[in-house]
């Protein structure tokens, strides 16, 4: 039985970027946590109606995957640029710390939202190998709406290198994504049943499988 921590920045990161990766994990008998970073928590901006319906759309997620336990930063979305990266660090390295993962997956670098960008440079920062010898595996995913969305210069290239076989998961990752009613969307907006089974095939395509998730492995050992 291995530990898996997956970084969102936002909740529905996790299941767009490897929600059929998690949900094998689970089926080898592997231990789920997630790391939230941002939650909208402003009433005055929000709306309490939305506060609530986000909270029970984590947990119904987060007992979808059946993760052993959920970690929150509670970082205003948008605005982790503003937060201070050395507490941000902090902050990621004491869960890191607390859970010992194996394997970590975290967002793609070059994403373009800004929140995506600041925390990944925090999280590798957490990550380091010689402080954290328990973690085998670095890999990063990508993002619909996001990672596709970066502009297309040579430095922002997601070009995968390690690929999961999510044949027998997909249905369920498109389950789990739909649980964000205010995310995923009708087609042909980037987060719909249709663009996520898409990537899915393209993927697979490029691995030989029906279904794959792809990842940029950043660091292993084995």
């Not at 440079?121 to 990672?147: C, G």
Request: aromatic share 10%; hydrophobic share 40%.
């Amino acid at each position: 039985m291995r530990k898996i921590l997956v970084v969102a920045p936002h909740p529905d990161d996790e299941t767009l970027g490897c929600g059929g990766t998690l949900l094998k994990h689970r089926e080898f008998g592997d231990e789920l946590f997630w790391l939230i970073l941002t939650n909208i928590k402003d009433k005055a901006k929000w709306g309490e109606r939305k506060i609530e319906e986000r909270e029970k759309e984590i947990e119904s997620v987060s007992n979808a995957y059946r993760f052993k336990e959920v970690f929150r930063l509670d970082i205003e979305p948008t605005k982790v640029k503003e937060f201070p990266f050395g507490k941000l660090v902090e902050m990621i390295s004491n869960v890191v710390k607390a859970v010992k993962p194996d394997v970590v997956y975290v967002h793609n670098r070059s994403d373009v939202h800004s929140d995506h960008r600041v925390s990944f440079e925090a999280v590798m920062s957490a990550v380091k190998i010689f402080n954290n010898p328990y973690i085998r595996r670095i890999l990063m995913y990508e993002t619909l709406s996001e990672t596709n969305f970066t502009p297309s210069l040579l430095e922002n290239v997601f070009l995968p290198n390690y690929y999961v076989d999510i044949s027998d998961f997909l249905d369920v990752k498109v389950q789990i994504a739909e649980i964000y009613k205010s995310e995923i969307k009708e087609h042909p907006f980037p987060r719909s049943k249709e663009s996520i089974k898409a990537l899915a095939i393209l993927r697979g395509s490029e691995a030989n499988v029906k279904y794959a998730e792809a990842f940029i492995l950043l660091r292993g050992i084995w």
